[in-house]
């Protein structure tokens, strides 16, 4: 039971009693009074009956309406992956020789009649021909090895190398070697039949070979004399491959 109640049903007991004030109360009734108006006492106070206050009418929340975002598809980016320039090839540039700084000297030498000369820097030596011993399964062009102080020599048959379009029996029978030119510091020896003379020659005496292409053993040629300057380093690279001038 709420407070409430239990407070009007006390105070109904109470006014009951009120109206019966002129019967003679018995001492247990008189008791009862007295407990009834020291209970009563502390709600001396009507009590008002509690306001209940009315529920405030909410207006209903309307929840927003949430458009869904328009997706616009957008095209994947594609990130640039820049890319370092090739290096440039750079080509090594040519070695000069030094017989192509100013003034050099040349050795002039016959092989069947024909004129050539070498830059004399270019000379490993000059020997005299000497036994040559032939070996088998090498080229036409390559005489044979000949010994000289417990060093090898690979004699090369200049005429043939040179020239082998007009080497014919005839011209082999003219041949007459006497001496092996040494190609720098190599095992290699151009086979020829005399020796003619040193010379010193200036630059423009001579008609380089400027371009690439055949015949790279070819330096030029030594415009007076109209004969052939060897490049020795371009000679001994064909000579090692087994290849003769054609090449």
């Known amino acids: 039971m709420s407070d409430l109640q239990a407070s009007q049903k006390v105070m109904k007991h109470y006014l009951n009693a009120l109206l019966t004030d002129d019967v003679v109360e018995t001492p247990i009734q008189q008791a009862k009074k007295q407990q009834l108006n020291e209970l ?126 007009k080497y014919d029996q005839e011209l082999a029978e003219k041949l007459n070697y006497q001496y092996v030119i040494m190609l720098g510091n190599s095992h290699w020896g151009l086979a020829c039949d005399t020796l003619v003379n040193t010379i010193a020659l200036e630059q423009d005496e001579v008609k380089w070979r400027e371009t690439e292409g055949k015949r790279p053993w070819l330096a030029g040629l030594i415009k007076e004399h109209m004969c052939a300057l060897l490049d020795v380093d371009a000679l001994i690279a064909l000579l090692a491959k087994g290849m003769n001038s054609q090449h």
Do not use: C
Request: net charge positive; charged share 15%.
């Open 40 to 165: 009563l006492a502390p709600v001396s106070a009507p009590v008002k009956a509690p306001v209940i206050a009315k529920p405030a009418v909410v207006a209903p929340v309307t929840a927003p309406v949430v458009k869904a975002p328009v997706v616009v598809p957008v095209a994947p980016v594609i990130e640039q992956v820049k890319v370092a320039p090739a290096a440039p090839v750079v080509k090594a540039a040519p070695v000069v020789k030094e017989y192509r700084k100013g003034r050099f000297q040349a050795l002039f030498f016959t092989v069947a009649g024909l004129k050539i000369a070498l830059p004399l820097k270019a000379l490993g030596g000059i020997h005299k021909v000497m036994p040559i011993n032939s070996l088998p399964g090498q080229p036409e062009w390559l005489k044979g090895v000949m010994l000289y102080r417990e060093q090898k020599i690979n004699v090369v048959d200049t005429a043939l190398w040179v020239m082998p379009e």
